[in-house]
């Protein structure tokens, strides 16, 4: 069936590290692919989306690319900052109006 | 109030006793959804509402779970006879229609089943 796999956490970065999260996806079809975060106590926000492939979805300095060849969604940011600091979800989803399929999270921890 | 609310935000109960939960949705959103969060796992998919269609209850995982919508507005969640298994983050969203790609989360209910 469809799915979401994530790389394993917690990822642990010094303030200004470049990051990459890695997402893959097993699916039929073309979805819609998605990245959600999560900050401590709060409820998950979308952070990016991208509809169709070579599309880039950016926002808060992060990016991540559809790349249908090789079925992935990879969140990257070239300088992270303490704030940062939440669960990442990847997620895809066929069309609006269906539910998201997640992946299982990936917690991300910037120090200072 | 400006996002999706949800109520308790904790719950702990014994295993036999049912729970509701409640969702209040962003005001004007006709399309509402519940996922479940076990911890280490992804969100798992539980029942989609749409408006005032027959709700999408494939991601259910047994006949102890239901949930309930009135109209477009408050939603609530039930387990009966709960089991230590149902413990976990119950996460409600609302979308302003079918159409729209964006979910919208609320803060979610931690339930513990001892």
């Known amino acids: 069936g469809d799915s979401v796999t994530q790389m394993e956490g917690p990822v642990t970065l010094s303030e200004e590290a470049f990051l990459t999260i890695n997402c893959t996806y097993t699916a039929t079809g073309y979805p819609s692919l998605f990245w959600y975060v999560q ?23 992060f990016e991540a690319t559809y790349r249908k060849e090789t079925t992935s969604f990879h969140l990257e ?6 704030s940062d600091s939440a669960v990442y979800f990847c997620a895809l989803r066929f069309q609006a109006g269906t539910a998201l399929i997640f992946g299982k999270g990936t917690t991300l921890s910037v120090s200072s | 109030g400006a996002g999706v609310s949800q109520s308790p935000s904790n719950k702990v109960t014994e295993k036999g006793k049912d729970v509701e939960l409640r969702c209040d949705p962003i005001s004007g959103h006709t399309a509402l959804y ?3 969060q076990r911890l280490g796992q992804g969100l798992e998919f539980l029942i989609y509402f749409q408006g005032n269609s027959a709700p999408d209850k494939s991601g259910l995982p047994s006949d102890r779970f239901s949930a309930e919508r009135t109209g477009e507005s408050v939603s609530t969640l039930t387990i009966q006879r709960t089991q230590q298994e149902d413990s976990a983050v119950y996460l409600c969203a609302s979308s302003l229609r079918r159409d729209q790609e964006t979910q919208y989360f609320g803060p979610g209910t931690r339930l513990l089943v001892l």
Not at chain 1, 50 to 57: E, M, S
């Open chain 1, 77 to 82: 940011k070239g300088s992270v900052q303490v």
């Open chain 2, 34 to 36: 519940w996922y479940r």
């Open chain 1, 39 to 61: 900050y401590p106590g709060e409820g998950l926000q979308l952070l990016l989306k991208a509809t169709k492939a070579d599309d880039k979805g950016s926002n808060k300095g």
